[in-house]
């Protein structure tokens, strides 16, 4: 297991819109997957059983949920 | 993977009211899915699975609970 | 799916008590599974599968924490 | 589905100690249950079923945790 | 079930240190479990399942995760 | 279950960056398991099994959401 990857990609969790957040939410979760899962084989071959599983989208929408909570407080909500 | 498809509409958390907030949050955790599967047609054959199932229902409604805590505090919960 | 539906009755998150908040909290967690599942014979038909699984029945409670953690402090916790 | 039963005992999240804050998590997770189950014999019937079910221990412990967290944070954290 | 079992030991949330605070929040998660399945012999049993089950090993951790995020604000970070 | 081993590396929340605080997670999500599973073959058998499991690569996702939230917040966002 790596943990030479980068896992916040500019490290920083400012960003300029919640649009940029969110992508950086989604960026920070698949980052994770990718340190625990360095092989990017392995990672493609389980593509097609994520995106065809609703249990298994559902769960990823969650995670994206959390990250984005952080990164939305840390710019103070883009207020 | 498309990342290019819109993952929070208007680009705000920002809502009138709690109702609009609650839509949102529904919005969202409806984009962060079709960020992970933008094929509609997939997306479709797997409605009535989810809409069938009360375990994946339940976890629908915490995927809402937790992306309406960010945009309620977002919003300093309309006072 | 009918996002026509009142997702947060009232549209105010303010209740009187913490009684009443998390009331509210109940509600918001079930108009959440009509949105997706809007069909009430369907969702009375899953009512006896989800109300004697211990699992399922944990997960709904999990799901009333988050909604009510939002809801409480959206009333600075009825102090 | 009776939502007439008291979600929350005493009608308030203030507490004198963390411990009885506890106490008080435990209590509205076990009331968020009793409300979407409320036969106590079909209840009683589904205790062997989770207190031998280490995966369903550990997700009654995730509910406890989460209520607390809002019991906490009602009470200052008892500082 | 017994409610008579300490649930948090010292009944406090402060700690000295962060690492005391992790030591706190994996004894509340097992605390938790304890007053749901008060049988240590029940509990022994399921040992051997949940240390051998990648899925419930990684469910424990969210539990902990949860429990030091409470204990962790509760001593404001130890800053 | 052995409760000596460190679960919080340097016994602080504080880091630089957030790239470090977010090892930081990583680190903390892995010393719990270790804790609940002090064995280290037994971990390693488990390895392969959700390393190629997209359920539990998510999950894992999901507990490192949880920690980092935790640490940022620790260290005010690096603000």
């Known amino acids: 297991m790596s943990d030479q990857i980068t ?3 500019g490290n920083s969790l400012n960003t ?5 957040g969110r992508q950086l939410a989604v960026k920070m979760a698949r980052l994770s997957i990718k340190l625990t ?3 990017a084989a ?9 995106a065809e ?4 989208l559902i769960s990823i929408g969650q995670t994206v949920a959390l990250e984005f ?8 909500y883009w207020r």
Chains 1, 2, 3, 4, 5, 6 share one sequence.
């Open 7 to 9: 896992l916040i990609p």
């Open 37 to 39: 899962q360095p092989d």
């Open 69 to 76: 909570a952080t990164i939305a407080r840390a710019n103070n």
């Open 53 to 56: 599983d609703a249990a298994m």
């Open 42 to 50: 392995a990672r493609e071959r389980m593509r097609p059983v994520y």
């Open 16 to 20: 300029k819109t919640p649009e940029e």
